[in-house]
């Protein structure tokens, strides 16, 4: 029941940033686990960052430091803060939400969006 949309893709030089933005309905936000994953072609699905409805942060070890994950709880929104961007970070990113429920966690996921590092 909960949809997501991904926003913010798109060509930049290596070294550039882009800011991903995910905007979900349905559920209550402010209890969701919020990731963000990518897929290369020919690749498997990893995860890149999520945050905990605590305000908790996980981040790829090939992300750290140069990308942030955050989210607004008013807005319904998680972003992703890419910088120093590099050509091996070129991917279909995907927002994907984790919600817990009596029945156990149900999981989300959004349409993805584009995003190449190229110059």
């Known amino acids: 029941q909960v949809q997501l949309v991904e926003s913010g893709g798109g060509l930049v030089q290596p070294g550039g940033s882009l800011r991903l933005s995910c905007a979900a309905s349905?559920?209550?936000?402010?209890?969701?686990?919020m990731g963000w994953y990518r897929q290369a072609p020919g690749k498997q699905r990893d995860l890149v960052a999520r945050?905990?409805?605590?305000?908790?942060?996980y981040y790829a070890d090939s992300v750290k430091g140069r990308f942030t994950i955050s989210r607004d709880n008013a807005k319904n929104t998680v972003a992703l803060q890419m910088n120093s961007l590099k050509p091996e970070d070129t991917a279909v990113y995907y927002c994907?939400?984790?919600?817990?429920?009596?029945?156990?966690?149900?999981?989300?996921w959004g349409q993805g969006t584009q995003v190449t590092v190229s110059s």
């Open positions: 994907n939400a984790d919600r817990p429920t009596g029945r156990g966690n149900q999981n989300y």
């Open positions: 349905g559920g209550i936000f402010s209890y969701m686990i």
């Open positions: 945050i905990t409805s605590a305000g908790n942060t």
